[in-house]
């Protein structure tokens, strides 16, 4: 039959309906389908090449020509569409999926942060900028004169208080000391003229608010010390320039060293260096004696980690009299400094990057019973609201936020990354909470392990360290007793490079790669992730030994499944 008629169906069993083959035109050329709204899926063979050389005029009428390639430019994402086609003498750049993912990723971020700022100004209105500074140095150096006088002259602490501080300060033969009793307020610290514990204050200026951590400078107090500068984001390095003085802080055995130190390893990036007691009569404003001072502590401030060009700032005051605190000095009495006051300087320094959109990790710095249970710390990421509920790690604790307190005392309705706040928590009682417990998001909680991987740099130790050597660990605000039960390798000095093979010790100076034990679960993050909680400090004997950064986070095992099944019923 379809012989008979070449135009008829073939009908052949087994088979569909086959259309026989006919002498028809050519399909038309691509050319003509360029109102189509999708590129159809190009050939493997055929690569995108936009803002190459000019192309060779077409051979045959089978090959594509140029006008195809046109429809379908202003496809890719933003990138491709802000190319120049008509520009060849630029260098060949071939459209990758990988480059639209970066691109559309940075203006996501954009976005974000632009949406982020339009979010805190609709709940905040215009809200100032907060920052978290601590003082430290040397015994005597005027830490808590300065941060009284700073709340004096802010208008935090009225002349009338400052005037009964004085009373009891001369009645007591301690006349000169009455205005660090304005941080300083147990008997203890009063008498003897120490502070002992981590003194908290607040002021604000025209541009910025601020939490003041007095931390203590005697170094049987250098724990609390450590806390204290885990919840700063700006260190207060105060230098005493009376003859003698500042020679006792930053020889051995001075804790003006240790305190550079131990900031940078706590999470510190900007120090600002005040010599103090300028007006002392062995010093009287010399210039000579603060360039002496500048030049001997500049190396070893670069040595600890600190830019001295970006990072750190020196500024001449006296906290005492108040001079270049709030006001600039007089040229009269200082002639040679042309630079701003110490409360000009800190309002103007970059504000430090803030982690709002990050899930919540708030460590927990005290904990006391009040109405419920009260707890103190610095939100080192995320955000959190009245009403919330959390997890309190390690434990894995349901708590409910029932009321927020900031720096006044006042409750708020939610506190932001970098507020210093007391939380009222439901559903825990404050025996179950201790020091460096961690309050964190249900959704993503912070890690909780016995034993990480972290790269240790060997400050100061008198004889080597081997696997088994035993230290006190601190991050964040917590303090653990841990083991290094194995060295797993060493940084060569020359090349930086790691050993393949395991190290038998480590001595003073290296960088070492090793295993970290603790007796207890403890609340750490990476140090790529969570900076603020993946870099701790070893001390040993009342020494910094070691500082470190955690690099892995070693999870599992039989403890955490034995914990895990503890409370499984069966039903």
């Given at each position: 039959?379809?012989?008979?008629?070449?135009?008829?169906?073939?009908?052949?069993?087994?088979?569909?309906?086959?259309?026989?083959?006919?002498?028809?035109?050519?399909?038309?050329?691509?050319?003509?389908?360029?109102?189509?709204?999708?590129?159809?899926?190009?050939?493997?063979?055929?690569?995108?090449?936009?803002?190459?050389?000019?192309?060779?005029?077409?051979?045959?009428?089978?090959?594509?020509?140029?006008?195809?390639?046109?429809?379908?430019?202003?496809?890719?994402?933003?990138?491709?569409?802000?190319?120049?086609?008509?520009?060849?003498?630029?260098?060949?750049?071939?459209?990758?999926?990988?480059?639209?993912?970066?691109?559309?990723?940075?203006?996501?971020?954009?976005?974000?942060?632009?949406?982020?700022?339009?979010?805190?100004?609709?709940?905040?209105?215009?809200?100032?900028?907060?920052?978290?500074?601590?003082?430290?140095?040397?015994?005597?150096?005027?830490?808590?004169?300065?941060?009284?006088?700073?709340?004096?002259?802010?208008?935090?602490?009225?002349?009338?208080?400052?005037?009964?501080?004085?009373?009891?300060?001369?009645?007591?033969?301690?006349?000169?000391?009455?205005?660090?009793?304005?941080?300083?307020?147990?008997?203890?610290?009063?008498?003897?003229?120490?502070?002992?514990?981590?003194?908290?204050?607040?002021?604000?200026?025209?541009?910025?608010?601020?939490?003041?951590?007095?931390?203590?400078?005697?170094?049987?107090?250098?724990?609390?010390?450590?806390?204290?500068?885990?919840?700063?984001?700006?260190?207060?390095?105060?230098?005493?320039?009376?003859?003698?003085?500042?020679?006792?802080?930053?020889?051995?055995?001075?804790?003006?060293?240790?305190?550079?130190?131990?900031?940078?390893?706590?999470?510190?990036?900007?120090?600002?260096?005040?010599?103090?007691?300028?007006?002392?009569?062995?010093?009287?404003?010399?210039?000579?004696?603060?360039?002496?001072?500048?030049?001997?502590?500049?190396?070893?401030?670069?040595?600890?980690?600190?830019?001295?060009?970006?990072?750190?700032?020196?500024?001449?005051?006296?906290?005492?009299?108040?001079?270049?605190?709030?006001?600039?000095?007089?040229?009269?009495?200082?002639?040679?400094?042309?630079?701003?006051?110490?409360?000009?300087?800190?309002?103007?320094?970059?504000?430090?990057?803030?982690?709002?959109?990050?899930?919540?990790?708030?460590?927990?710095?005290?904990?006391?019973?009040?109405?419920?249970?009260?707890?103190?710390?610095?939100?080192?990421?995320?955000?959190?609201?009245?009403?919330?509920h959390l997890v309190l790690m390690p434990n894995r604790d349901a708590v409910e936020v029932t009321a927020i307190y900031n720096e006044k005392?006042?409750?708020?309705?939610?506190?932001?990354?970098?507020?210093?706040?007391?939380?009222?928590?439901?559903?825990?009682?404050?025996?179950?909470?201790?020091?460096?417990?961690?309050?964190?998001?249900?959704?993503?909680?912070?890690?909780?392990?016995?034993?990480?991987?972290?790269?240790?740099?060997?400050?100061?130790?008198?004889?080597?360290?081997?696997?088994?050597?035993?230290?006190?660990?601190?991050?964040?605000?917590?303090?653990?007793?841990?083991?290094?039960?194995?060295?797993?390798?060493?940084?060569?000095?020359?090349?930086?490079?790691?050993?393949?093979?395991?190290?038998?010790?480590?001595?003073?100076?290296?960088?070492?790669?090793?295993?970290?034990?603790?007796?207890?679960?403890?609340?750490?993050?990476?140090?790529?992730?969570?900076?603020?909680?993946?870099?701790?400090?070893?001390?040993?004997?009342?020494?910094?030994?070691?500082?470190?950064?955690?690099?892995?986070?070693?999870?599992?095992?039989?403890?955490?499944?034995?914990?895990?099944?503890?409370?499984?019923?069966?039903?």
């Open positions: 039959m379809s012989k008979l008629n070449a135009g008829a169906f073939a009908f052949v069993p087994g088979r569909g309906v086959i259309i026989p083959q006919q002498a028809t035109q050519p399909p038309p050329p691509p050319i003509e389908r360029p109102e189509q709204t999708e590129a159809p899926p190009p050939p493997p063979t055929i690569s995108l090449n936009i803002g190459g050389a000019k192309p060779t005029p077409p051979s045959t009428p089978a090959a594509a020509p140029p006008p195809v390639v046109q429809p379908i430019i202003p496809k890719p994402p933003a990138p491709v569409a802000t190319a120049k086609p008509i520009d060849n003498t630029a260098l060949n750049k071939v459209f990758t999926a990988g480059k639209a993912q970066t691109d559309t990723s940075a203006i996501a971020q954009e976005v974000q942060a632009v949406a982020d700022q339009s979010i805190l100004e609709d709940l905040y209105g215009d809200v100032k900028e907060h920052l978290n500074i601590v003082f430290i140095g040397h015994v005597d150096a005027g830490k808590s004169t300065m941060g009284g006088n700073l709340l004096f002259l802010t208008g935090m602490v009225d002349k009338r208080t400052m005037e009964k501080y004085e009373r009891e300060a001369k009645e007591a033969g301690r006349e000169s000391w009455y205005l660090s009793w304005a941080l300083d307020s147990t008997p203890q610290e009063r008498l003897k003229g120490k502070t002992v514990e981590v003194g908290r204050a607040y002021f604000e200026t025209d541009k910025r608010r601020y939490t003041i951590l007095d931390a203590p400078g005697h170094k049987t107090f250098v724990p609390s010390m450590i806390s204290g500068a885990a919840q700063a984001d700006v260190a207060i390095l105060v230098i005493s320039s009376r003859k003698g003085e500042f020679e006792t802080g930053f020889e051995r055995g001075g804790q003006t060293r240790e305190h550079i130190m131990l900031v940078k390893t706590a999470g510190v990036s900007k120090v600002i260096i005040v010599i103090n007691k300028m007006d002392d009569i062995t010093v009287n404003w010399d210039k000579a004696r603060f360039d002496e001072i500048k030049e001997k502590l500049t190396p070893f401030v670069k040595n600890a980690g600190f830019n001295p060009k970006t990072d750190v700032t020196f500024i001449p005051v006296s906290a005492y009299t108040g001079v270049n605190l709030k006001d600039r000095v007089a040229q009269s009495v200082c002639p040679w400094w042309n630079g701003p006051s110490f409360l000009e300087h800190v309002d103007n320094i970059p504000m430090v990057d803030r982690k709002i959109n990050a899930p919540l990790m708030m460590p927990v710095s005290e904990k006391y019973k009040d109405m419920g249970t009260i707890i103190v710390g610095k939100i080192e990421s995320g955000h959190l609201r009245r009403g919330d005392e006042d409750e708020v309705v939610q506190a932001l990354c970098g507020d210093n706040v007391r939380i009222r928590l439901r559903g825990v009682e404050d025996e179950d909470i201790s020091p460096g417990f961690v309050l964190t998001s249900p959704q993503k909680p912070i890690h909780a392990v016995r034993q990480f991987e972290a790269q240790l740099a060997i400050l100061e130790h008198k004889s080597i360290i081997c696997a088994g050597y035993s230290a006190v660990m601190h991050v964040h605000t917590l303090s653990e007793e841990v083991t290094l039960p194995a060295l797993l390798h060493y940084f060569d000095k020359a090349t930086g490079r790691k050993s393949k093979k395991p190290p038998q010790f480590a001595k003073k100076g290296q960088k070492i790669v090793a295993r970290v034990e603790t007796s207890a679960l403890v609340c750490v993050e990476k140090f790529s992730d969570y900076p603020q909680l993946g870099r701790f400090t070893l001390r040993d004997e009342g020494r910094t030994i070691a500082i470190g950064k955690i690099t892995k986070l070693l999870e599992g095992g039989i403890e955490e499944l034995v914990d895990g099944t503890s409370q499984l019923t069966v039903t």
